[in-house]
């Protein structure tokens, strides 16, 4: 054998020793080369095709794969760039020796492309922290998902400010059937002219504003209830609700209504202080599905701000009074509510002398009343009694002695149902007053000798739900006004009532459109008797 053969050996031998050592650096490197690769791809710092180049040039370079990496470059020897470039062993750059130990370029590449990813994920953290921090300032306002019926809610740091309303209007054709006028009647059949009008229904325009916070443990609210009509306004007792003024240059009505604060807690309940909705016949108002249309109209010729709706022929109004009131925790569906309220004077509606009247209140009137609301399967409801007393001070009147100091504490009480299950919906209401009047809180309510008029009144409504958007309403309703001792006034009112039909169907979220017929009759308490036929079409937007 001659040396130059030997010498070969040897050097298989040796590089074949050194091998070994080098094959398992390799395969670990390879390893960690394939897996940092596979994370930029991922993370989208490395294209498909910088992604395939770089492990191309990897193997190319002597590398030993890793089984795992093996499996990985089989599966993509579809890639026909790549594929050349290793069956063909193109020639790429080689090492790179930087004062020390020998680089690969490719792992350069990757390290650079993992410092850039790196710093582009602090500047990614580094701008979230920010704008987290900006979203927490309270000068951002931000918008809460609008819910149907519910307004739009802002929230500005600490405060939730809500903005709701609604909008509607009405053509109403009034035909008077015929009769005698009756003193306190709510018909107009004795007016003896048809009318027609574009008018309001028995809720005005309304926006509201309501500002809601929690400061020191106690959750606070303010509303600002505003209620402008479509027509033309005319002053006189009842103010906005006062029968327009139909005449050119005039102006629309805007009744205030809600103007009040609350506070309160959920273990102690909340206080408010303002002017709202009466705790009396409150429910017996907001259940009358005449809310959304128009009923009994009051006055067509020359329409207010509202027509009557149901007032008057089955509750009398609530009204919207200055009060500081009480208002429980709802306790097992259970909550109670009691308040001192602005007193209100006797008022002779019915006019001519046959009620007494009154100016002079030394004490509060005081209203209350319990609700329980439940759920039991298919069915819920809610069921309330609520009551109601004032004293009328220094009552004047035209059998009244100017010298007498005749006073009369006026009672009422209520109660109500309403039910719904399914798609149905049934209300049933009645009350009775000793001193309470008709229509108005304390209207007619004393006689003209001073003594207390009894009175007493219920509606009953069904509703059905035929489809989602399509609604049928049926009511009926009565307000009985009954003589003092020792009175004979036959022209006062003794009796209204009215018969409503109604169909409602949401064309939308907000928009319902409306048509109804209602008829309506007054008798006295003598042989007068009027009453008058409704017909109303219209729309009513809600928000």
Known sequence: MSARRLARIGAALVMGATGASMLDVA??????????????????????????????????????????????????????????????????????VIGGPTLDPSVLQARQAAASAADSARMAQAAMLSTQSALDNGS???????????????????????????????????????GMPVAGGVSTGASGFDSSAVRNGLLPAGLIL?????????????????????????????????????????????DFRQVYITAGTKSFGTVKIGRDLAIFGGDAI????????????????????????????????????????????????????????QPLDEFNFAGGGLS????????????????????????????????????????????????????ATVEAGEIGAKLTYGPAQAVA????GSGLGTTGLFFDGIAANGRKRDSEGYYVQGMYNVTGKLKLVGSYGVSNLYQAPGENSTLLVRRNESEIGAVYYSLTDWLNLVCEYAHTQSDAHGPNSASDNTASGGAILLF
Do not use: C
């Open 140 to 178: 951002v306002v931000r918008v809460d998902k609008y819910v149907a019926g519910k307004g739009l809610t802002f929230r500005a740091g600490p405060i939730d400010i809500n903005l709701s309303g609604f909008i509607n209007g009405f053509y109403t054709y009034n035909s008077p059937a015929g």
């Open 27 to 96: 395969v670990a490197r390879a390893d960690e080369y394939t897996d940092l690769l596979d994370i930029l791809l991922m993370k989208g710092n490395l294209t498909q095709a910088e992604h395939d180049g770089l492990l191309a040039k990897h193997l190319h370079h002597g590398h030993v794969p890793s089984p795992r990496a093996a499996r990985v470059a089989a599966s993509r020897r579809d890639d026909a760039p790549r594929q050349v470039a290793v069956a063909h062993h193109t020639e790429l750059p080689g090492p790179v």
């Open 286 to 341: 907001l259940s009358d599905a005449t809310l959304l249309s128009v009923g009994s109209t009051g006055s067509n010729a020359s329409p207010g701000n509202t027509s009557l709706g149901r007032i008057g022929v089955g509750y009398v109004y609530a009204d919207w009074i200055p009060q500081i009131s009480y208002a429980s925790p709802v306790i097992a569906g259970v909550q109670a509510t009691v308040g001192v309220l």
């Open 356 to 407: 007494a009247e009154s100016t002079q209140h030394s004490s509060p009137m005081v209203q209350g009343k319990l609700t329980y609301d439940f759920k039991a399967g298919d069915l819920a409801g809610r069921i309330w009694a609520g009551f109601l007393t004032q004293h009328q001070q220094a009552l004047t009147g035209t059998d009244i002695p100017a010298t007498a100091k005749r006073g």
């Open 210 to 254: 309501k500002l809601k916070t929690t400061q020191s443990g106690i959750d606070l609210n303010a509303v600002l209830g505003m209620y402008p009509g479509i027509d033309n306004a005319k002053n006189g007792a009842f103010n906005a609700n006062t029968g327009g003024s139909p005449v050119g240059l005039g102006t629309a009505g805007l």
């Open 429 to 432: 209401y009645y009350y009775r």
